[in-house]
Structures are given as C-alpha cells and as structure tokens.
C-alpha cells in the first residue's frame, strides 16, 4: 500500500507515469496488483474517469481507484445505474473525444451497462467496459453470474457486443490493454470489455515492467492512394445534373470541404438525423435532414438527384429509408473508412480512407479536371432553394399557431414543435448543448433544429436509447459547460434518478420533460400501419415537480404545454 502511494506521489510529481519512469522517482520493474496495473494502463491511455457502481466483483479496483483519486490523477463518478453510467461516458466521448471507462460487477450491473453500451457501439464511441468477473477457480456458483455450468459466459456476451478480453492470465493486462487501446481509438470506436476476475484483481504481479503498459492508440489518417478511384469520381460528376452530398457523423470536420465541393458540383447537401451543424444550416445548399424522418426539402434533394455522394454514413433506416431513397440515382460515391459501409450500394464508386483527406485530394482532383458547374443562378439549385423556403413556411405555420386542445390535459396546450423550438431557441442564445432522447421528441428535435456549427446539438439515432439524454447531463459539470436534455416523459422515467447524481457532481443544466403520457412515436406508427393504436399510452399522472422538489439542489417549473410537463434546473 506504502509503495502504491509512493507511485501515485511521483507521477503527480513529473506529469506522467512514463516521465517518473525516466527521471528515476520510481523503478519501472515494481511489484503490482493487476487492479493497479488496469488503473495505471488505462492512466497512460488519458482514460481518467470512470463512471459506475462498485459491487462484489469490483471493490479491488476501487481501492485502487480510491487512492489515484486522493491524488486527483483519476476521478470516479459513482451512479446510481449502470445504463447512465455507459451513457454519460458515450456523451463524454460524444461531445469531447475523451475515452472513458464505466466499472461494474458481472450480474445485473453488468448486464444494464453491456446494455448501454449499444449506445457508444451505434455511434463510434470508444469506452472501456471493465466487470468484476467471477473467480477463475470454478469452485461453484459466484453471486451474480450467469447461472450455467460453462466457462467464461460473460465474455462470451460481450463479445457479441464489441471486443472483449477476459484477465484469466493475469499476465495478459498488457495483451488486453493494447487490444482495448486500438478497439477504442479507430475512427470508427467501439466499447472495449475488460473483464477482471476477482481473485485475479488482487494477484501481484512480480517485477513487472511498467514500461510495457501500452499507450493510447489513434489511427493515422489514411489517404485513398489509387488515382483510378478519383478519376472514376470524376467522371461520373462530369455529366450528373442533380446532383446530392448526404452526410454522416464521418464528415465531422469536413465542414469546409463538402462546402467547396458543393460549390463546384452545383450540389445540394443533406444531413442524417445525428450529423446536423457540420455544414450551416442557413448555407442556401443546405437542405436540413433526409430519410425517413426527413425534412421537405432534404427528402427531395434525396429523391430528385441523379448522382450521390455519400460522407461518412452508413446505409440505415433513418438515414436512407431502408434502401429505398435514391430511386433516381445512378451512380453514388462513397466516401467512408470502411470498405463493408463504402461498397453497400451498387454502382458505387469508394474512396476508403480518412474523408477531410480523400475530400481534399478528389477536390483538387475536380479542379485540374476544370470542372466547375458553380452556377448560383442553376434550375437544381432554384429548385432547392423553392423546397427549402417551403420547408421553412410549413414549420413556420406551427411556430405560429403554437396551440391545440389536447384530449388527455382536457385543456388548450402548447404542440410539441412550438414547444420544442421555444427551447431550442433559449438554448442557441444562452449556449447550451442540445440534447435529444429517443421517440418523437427526437424526430421533431432533428427537423426543427438550426444549427450552425458542429456541437449545438447530440441527437442518439444510432441505438435511440431511451434515456440517453437526461444521463447525459452529467457530463455537464464534467465539461463545464450547460447542457438541455429534451426528454419525452417515458425516456425521463428510464433514468429519473440523474436528478440526485446530477446534484452530486455538479451537473449543470435543464431537463425539460415533453410530458403527452405517451410514445407518441409509435401511436402514430401504429395510426399510419394499422389505423389503431395499442398499448402506447397510459391515464397515470405524474407530479414531476414533486418527484425533482423532492431531491435537493434540484428547482422545478411546470409549463401549460402538452408536450412540456416539467423544466429541472440542476446545479
């Protein structure tokens, strides 16, 4: 424990575990637990903070944890879900890059964080996924694990999830944090799970070199280098007249480049559901959001062009109607870092490799091939710019006319555009980060929002999970910067107790609850497919200002809406 210490003293001394290394404040062969070396290798990959609930198969580490933490070298957010957990640190990494871990046990904790780790896997997170696994010896039953006579079962679950390694040999920490550190670093990350049996947690580790710890992994950016892909990308653009860039999360960072060849190719962009404020929204070849919860405008760029180009996205239901949205396209050009999501379309041409890169080099590609069709004055784009303006007056006539008599508040209320717009317009003036939960307040959430820069807005439509985003307003006092989370009143009930661990770590933020006592997303499904609603609504009213009055540090507002049913301050 005195040695522990003493690391922990000297890597706080000289910035790094690797500088106290070389400066001689501590030997690099040293007698360590495999809890600590977890701590220390995830410490030299900047993953330092951990999300989660400590339980049978994780107090080891949390000893661990507890003394790095007295140091402030690594900090422990203990919640009171395992799913909130997985989802603020996909937020965490959402809105910042920063790869963090949730700690959990095997058992039920394990089984809600695995769970919310489709979140991070659906939308290219990397987390670290570390459960207290049983013991290695079999010597019966272990509490909380999966109650079969076969070995090795929750890896076996994880894997299916994303890459997982289990610690049998404990002399393999250093095989599992390199193969954690690539699986959470690629472009395109997924949640690593680290599975640490308790009675290995606590094996010393006898001289061993901390040297060997591997460090984080980020992939180089990768450049297509075969010239005949370009020329082909040329060659269809030459004679396309319609022509539509639709965009991923991929295209972060591209703003610039799909501007400048939008520009050159007289093409109209559209955005998917997560990808909003890579390009303005007021840029007038902006058409808003495509597919199958689309805008006007952006479904007719889709449906209308001749030739796509595709940045950064892969080919799903909401994105582009299950296959069904390029109906007169001809030939697509796919720009994306895997060959599997660059080659789904047939008549494609793919470019692999990393988009601002490939963009720059088939940019100038274009431009020695003296193709330039920029033409403000062009029927595509006067067609665009009629279906947009059209767009903006049919959302406009709902702004306007914010009220309905609604059957369940037996009263005239705000309709859930008016409402969701009054509060994406407060949180564009005071800076706050959007974000939507999943169902119908996301749906409106993507087509009414205006954003004109990357980060305005987090919308999970890669798994649409249901709570996503009132736990990730934990991240708030993380980043130190406000967040909204716009929550329908069913995804607030799947993890209502943020109101006590936002107050813990000093969220800051609003929760605004859409309260219709409904999923409303699927009532209307339901009404489209069948012409009858089942089982998608409730008669139980819910005191929401009690519940968040009843935690303290939490201020409640009730607002006269149908969809709005509670404003949570949290501090």
């Known amino acids: 424990?005195?040695?522990?210490?003493?690391?922990?003293?000297?890597?706080?001394?000289?910035?790094?575990?690797?500088?106290?290394?070389?400066?001689?404040?501590?030997?690099?062969y040293q007698d360590i637990t495999v809890s600590e070396a977890i701590v220390l290798g995830l410490m030299k990959q900047h993953v330092t903070k951990y999300f989660g609930i400590f339980g049978h198969g994780s107090t080891d580490i949390g000893e661990v944890l507890r003394v790095y933490e007295e140091h402030e070298l690594v900090?422990?957010?203990?919640?009171?879900?395992?799913?909130?957990?997985a989802h603020a640190a996909t937020a965490l990494g959402l809105l910042t890059g920063e790869v963090a871990a949730v700690?959990?046990?095997?058992?039920?904790?394990?089984?809600?964080?695995?769970?919310?780790?489709?979140?991070?896997?659906?939308?290219?997170?990397?987390?670290?996924?570390?459960?207290?696994?049983?013991?290695?010896?079999?010597?019966?039953?272990?509490?909380?694990?999966?109650?079969?006579?076969?070995?090795?079962?929750f890896l076996k679950l994880c894997s299916v999830m994303g890459n997982a390694y289990a610690l049998y040999e404990p002399w393999s920490i250093t095989a599992a944090l390199k193969r954690g550190a690539v699986t959470t670093g690629m472009p395109f990350a997924q949640p690593f799970f680290l599975l640490a049996p308790m009675n290995v947690q606590p094996a010393v580790l006898k001289n061993f070199n901390l040297l060997q710890l591997p460090s984080a992994y980020r992939y180089p950016a990768s450049v297509c280098a075969d010239d005949e892909v370009f020329r082909k990308a040329t060659d269809i653009v030459r004679n396309a007249q319609r022509i539509t860039i639709k965009l991923g999360n991929g295209a972060r960072g591209c703003g610039k480049e799909i501007m400048e060849v939008a520009e050159l190719l007289d093409a109209a962009i559209v955005s998917g559901p997560s990808s909003t404020g890579i390009v303005p929204y007021s840029h007038p070849r902006y058409m808003s959001v495509g597919g199958s919860k689309g805008s006007l405008c952006g479904n007719y760029a889709m449906?209308?062009?001749?030739?796509?180009?595709?940045?950064?996205?892969?080919?799903?239901?909401?994105?582009?109607?299950?296959?069904?949205?390029?109906?007169?396209?001809?030939?697509?050009?796919?720009?994306?870092?895997?060959?599997?999501?660059?080659?789904?379309?047939?008549?494609?041409?793919?470019?692999?490799?990393?988009?601002?890169e490939n963009l720059r080099r088939w940019i100038a590609h274009v431009r020695d091939h003296s193709i330039n069709k920029s033409n403000n004055a062009s029927q595509w784009l006067a067609a665009l710019k009629e279906k947009?303006?059209?767009?903006?007056?049919?959302?406009?006539?709902?702004?306007?006319?914010p009220v309905l008599y609604d059957e369940v508040w037996k009263r005239e209320v705000l309709t859930q555009?008016?409402?969701?717009?009054?509060?994406?317009?407060?949180?564009?003036?005071h800076n706050y980060i959007k974000v939507f939960d999943a169902g119908?307040?996301?749906?409106?959430?993507?087509?009414?929002?205006?954003?004109?820069h990357e980060g305005q807005t987090i919308t999970e439509t890669g798994a649409s999970y249901m709570g996503f985003a009132s736990s990730s307003v934990l991240v708030s006092g993380i980043i130190q910067k406000p967040m909204i989370a716009f929550c329908g009143d069913g995804s607030f009930m799947m993890n209502p107790q943020i109101l006590i661990d936002g107050v813990q770590h000093g969220a800051h933020g609003i929760i605004v609850i859409f309260d219709n006592r409904r999923m409303a997303a699927i009532t209307g499904l339901q009404y489209a497919q069948y012409g009858n609603e089942y089982k998608t609504s409730d008669s139980v009213e819910v005191?929401?200002?009690?519940?968040?009055?009843?935690?303290?540090?939490?201020?409640?507002f009730f607002a006269q809406a149908w969809v709005v049913g509670v404003r949570l301050f949290m501090y």
């Open 440 to 452: 119908d307040v996301q749906a409106n959430g993507f087509q009414i929002v205006e954003d004109e």
């Open 417 to 429: 555009p008016a409402a969701i717009k009054t509060v994406c317009d407060f949180a564009d003036t």
């Open 1 to 28: 424990m005195n040695a522990r210490y003493t690391r922990a003293r000297a890597i706080v001394q000289h910035g790094s575990l690797d500088n106290a290394i070389y400066a001689g404040a501590i030997a690099h």
């Open 303 to 356: 449906n209308e062009a001749d030739t796509v180009i595709v940045i950064g996205a892969r080919a799903v239901c909401q994105w582009d109607c299950s296959g069904t949205a390029w109906k007169n396209a001809r030939a697509i050009i796919n720009f994306n870092t895997s060959a599997d999501h660059a080659f789904h379309y047939n008549r494609s041409v793919s470019i692999v490799g990393d988009a601002r």
């Open 543 to 556: 005191d929401y200002i009690a519940m968040a009055h009843a935690v303290d540090g939490v201020r409640a």
């Open 75 to 85: 900090r422990t957010y203990n919640v009171r879900h395992e799913t909130a957990a």
């Open 388 to 401: 947009k303006a059209g767009w903006q007056s049919f959302k406009q006539k709902r702004f306007d006319n």
């Open 103 to 153: 700690i959990t046990s095997i058992g039920p904790g394990a089984l809600h964080a695995c769970a919310g780790s489709l979140a991070s896997a659906s939308n290219g997170v990397g987390v670290y996924h570390i459960y207290g696994d049983e013991t290695t010896h079999d010597e019966g039953f272990n509490m909380q694990q999966i109650p079969k006579d076969e070995q090795g079962l």
